[in-house]
């Protein structure tokens, strides 16, 4: 929503004037704001009317979901299931990254490569993480690496399929343009392709940590690895729905909090070129 | 003093192509000497300098530069700088290519610089620039590393008349001040009689060369001078003439 809204607004933003027209436009952007913070509102009073219908166990109000989140925080254990959860997927999205980065400019660039690992890319996309899971738990058993494999493995067709398409994507006279300086193929991979791929990268990155947040959660639930899809897991198990819902919020906490405290920043300095600054 | 660009019945081919792009072409590029290279469009007039440039292989001939550190730089008809640089590291990059390093380099993006004009305009980025300024940003990078032999891919095609002459006259006091051999092609007269010592007409493809013309005004040249000079006019019209039939071929395939 508040995606959308940016984008808007920079699509609106032609050259030289847009400061201007970005200004004139303000009033309709709060107005779309307070309907946004409307939506939340309507949203959190069905909560709240709902959760008289219903039991605890079922649908527990505000309240009780504060207090458990509160509870877990003082104990320290929302603290440790979530750098249990974050240690295992930002580890698979580095490792993701770092093999889907070098890979898919190379598939990008050379048939060969391509032709290669097509299967493989294949069948990482088609298998379903289920299947992927319980080969993890066959073959290192209920471990973080296990958790960090299933993570890796669904993520990489995602992050590479964007980088793959970004250095097919690369001006061909900008290479040409370098060759006719004389410029090696390391200078060509580091000063065109790789900048090429940046706007992929961020797109891929982005799709890749949505995919690597959900298989994080599903691989610790089914395989009682510590972290927040244990917590959960166990919580069902408890009939303690409060907690559930907890860290439920607490992920969509942690998603914003990570797009707007980390993302958003990396993508301004890598595309600050892109911008149509006066 | 031998010629410095030689060329010697340079055939192309692309693969899967029927006909060859050159069909034998022979030039000879004198050191210090402005040749333009004039057709129609399609006529492999590119092809020329992109073999030059080393972008390309021929399919048979001979092409020699006569110069063993021969610095060669290629200014195409689009900019082609890269846009996450600034205007600065744009001029660089092709500094960096030749082993500039560290104060001397950034001293020799300066001066090119401020030859084409951009000083002040250093710290943007191409898109903050309008296209004249961009191919004078793309015309500072070649210049940057003082070439031996300048390509000129119809290097201000994409601009509109009034910058263009100015362009075009701009280039031609840094070519004509620092004795730079340059290579232009082009399909405007009017911009091939103003810069060129010497026009080689191209006929449509497969591409040779036709015909070849002296110009005879001499190096220190402007537009308002030789909109003035009666010879200017005919041998104008004598090169329309030249090219008028290959045009025609051209769009009839």
């Known amino acids: 929503m ?101 890979l898919g400019i190379l598939i990008g660039r050379f048939w060969v490569v391509e032709d290669l690992s097509r299967a493989l890319l294949i069948f990482l996309q088609t298998v379903p993480t289920i299947v992927l899971i319980v080969l993890a738990l066959i073959f290192v058993g209920t471990t973080a690496t296990g958790v960090i494999a299933v993570t890796v493995a669904s993520c990489l067709p995602y992050f590479t399929l964007n980088v793959i398409q970004g250095t097919k994507s690369i001006d061909r006279d900008l290479i040409d343009m370098a060759r006719s300086y004389r410029a090696g193929e390391l200078t060509i991979m580091r000063s065109i392709i790789v900048p090429s791929v940046v706007p992929y990268f961020l797109a891929g990155g982005r799709i890749t940590l949505g995919v690597a947040w959900q298989v994080t959660l599903f691989g610790e639930y089914l395989m009682g690895t510590p972290g927040i899809g244990f917590q959960v897991s166990a919580a069902i198990k408890l009939l303690d729905t409060p907690s559930v819902y907890a860290w439920g919020l607490s992920v969509v906490g942690l998603t914003i909090a990570f797009e707007y405290g980390v993302f958003r920043p990396v993508e301004a300095v890598l595309t600050r070129h892109m911008r149509r600054a006066e | 003093m031998s010629a410095l660009i030689e060329l010697e019945g340079v055939v192309k081919q692309f693969p899967g192509d029927t006909e060859p792009v050159l069909a034998g072409i022979s030039l000879e590029v004198g050191r210090g000497e402005l040749v333009a290279l004039i057709g129609p469009s399609g006529c492999g007039k590119s092809t020329v300098l992109n073999i030059l440039a080393g972008l390309i292989r021929v399919t048979s001939g001979t092409l020699r530069i006569n110069d063993r550190d021969a610095r060669v730089s290629y200014v195409f008809q689009r900019p082609r700088l890269l846009p996450w ?56 990078r ?94 104008r019209s004598e090169l329309r003439h030249l090219l008028r039939p290959e045009v025609v071929e051209e769009l009839n395939g």
Do not use: C
Not at chain 1, 19 to 43: Q, Y
Not at chain 2, 89 to 107: C, I, K, M, P, Y
Not at chain 2, 111 to 136: C, W
């Open chain 2, 142 to 235: 070649g210049l940057a590393i003082e070439p031996s032999v300048l390509l000129l891919d119809e290097p201000f095609g994409a601009l509109d008349a009034l910058t263009r002459s100015y362009m075009q006259e701009e280039l031609l006091g840094i070519v004509r001040g620092t004795g730079t051999t340059a290579l232009l092609v082009t399909h405007d007269i009017d911009e091939a009689l103003l810069l060129a010592d010497r026009v080689l007409v191209m006929s449509s493809r497969p591409g040779r060369i036709k015909h070849e013309l002296r110009v005879p005004f001499g190096t220190e040249r402007s537009l308002d001078a030789l909109l003035q000079d009666p010879e200017y006019g005919r041998i």
């Open chain 1, 2 to 102: 508040v995606d959308e809204l940016r984008t808007r607004v920079t699509a609106r933003r032609g050259g030289a004037s847009h400061r201007r027209r970005a200004l004139r436009l303000s009033p309709r952007l709060l107005v779309r704001l307070l309907l946004f913070l409307t939506a939340i509102g309507v949203l959190f009073l069905a909560w709240v009317l709902g959760s008289h219908h219903y039991p605890d166990y079922i649908l527990p109000g505000p309240q009780p979901v504060w207090d458990s989140f509160t509870s877990m925080l003082d104990r320290g254990v929302w603290a440790r299931q979530v750098e249990a959860t974050l240690g295992h997927m930002f580890t698979a999205y580095g490792i993701t990254i770092g093999i889907g980065l070098p």
């Open chain 2, 85 to 140: 640089r600034k205007v600065r590291r744009n001029v660089e990059f092709s500094l960096e290519q030749a082993d500039v390093t560290g104060a001397a380099r950034r001293r020799a993006a300066e001066a090119a610089i401020e030859r084409v004009n951009l000083t002040g305009h250093e710290d943007k980025y191409p898109h903050q620039l309008s296209g004249g300024m961009q191919q004078r940003v793309a015309l500072a």
